[in-house]
């Protein structure tokens, strides 16, 4: 059974453009979580869904980052515009149910803001 | 608030053992779950505590003090395949997959 798959794997990007990150969850599982992680800052919570209804964003750190979840099997993650400080590794988690404590992490997108 | 604190660092001896300590402070607690990540790579998953006591798996060890709102992770015949970073991750509340993670303790291994 294939993992939590995230794309693109790495991305480079200019100051002011459009940045997306897809991922697609372990099938069947119904939680989703969107990491940032930062040599400074560790691993942060920026918003997770659950049966594809965002539960808590709390963690988003302004409006130029906004995340869908259109289905079960498909998340995107959006910075518009994007700025050399969102530079990052932004990881995909899943996990089967509410309340499990187990997530299942994607490979990580690793975005460079030049 | 809420807060983890873990060791940044911690160096060991191929074939030793060791202990990585974490704290917490959170508005709740419904347990206490430790991540492994390899440089490049993604945490994956190695142990959870919800009650008090020792959770034990092959050579890896995992205990939780709530009175103490403590807990650490016990490495054993530690090899070097287990360099890697380790984070303490608290869940705060029941049924709410939200997990806050400890900045994570980087574990050297010598030869």
């Known amino acids: 059974d294939a993992g939590v798959i995230q794309s693109p794997r790495h991305e480079v990007t200019e100051m002011g453009q459009e940045v997306t990150l897809r991922c697609k969850p372990i099938s069947g599982h119904n939680s989703l979580f969107w990491y940032r992680q930062t040599m400074m800052r560790g691993l942060e919570l920026l918003i997770y869904?659950?049966?594809?209804?965002?539960?808590?964003d709390s963690g988003m750190p302004e409006d130029r980052f906004s995340a869908k979840m259109p289905n079960a099997s498909f998340s995107t993650l959006k910075i518009q515009p994007s700025e050399p400080r969102d530079s990052a590794v932004y990881f995909c988690?899943?996990?089967?149910?509410?309340?499990?404590?187990?997530?299942?992490f994607g490979p990580g997108t690793r975005l460079t803001v030049l | 608030g809420q807060s983890l604190e873990q060791p940044s660092e911690v160096t060991a001896v191929e074939g030793a053992i060791v202990q990585i300590n974490c704290t917490y402070q959170?508005?709740?607690?419904?347990?206490l779950s430790w991540y492994q990540q390899h440089d490049g790579g993604a945490p994956t998953f190695l142990s959870y505590?919800?009650?008090?006591g020792l959770e034990e798996t092959g050579r890896f060890s995992s205990f939780l003090s709530r009175s103490d709102s403590y807990g650490y992770l016990l490495l054993q015949e530690l090899q070097m395949k287990d360099s890697a970073s380790y984070f303490c991750a608290v869940n705060s509340a029941n049924r709410d997959d939200k997990i806050i993670f400890g900045k994570g303790t980087r574990l050297h291994i010598l030869p």
């Open positions: 505590n919800g009650l008090d």
């Open positions: 959170t508005s709740g607690f419904y347990g």
């Open positions: 988690a899943s996990s089967l149910a509410s309340g499990r404590i187990e997530q299942f």
């Open positions: 869904f659950n049966n594809n209804v965002p539960i808590d």
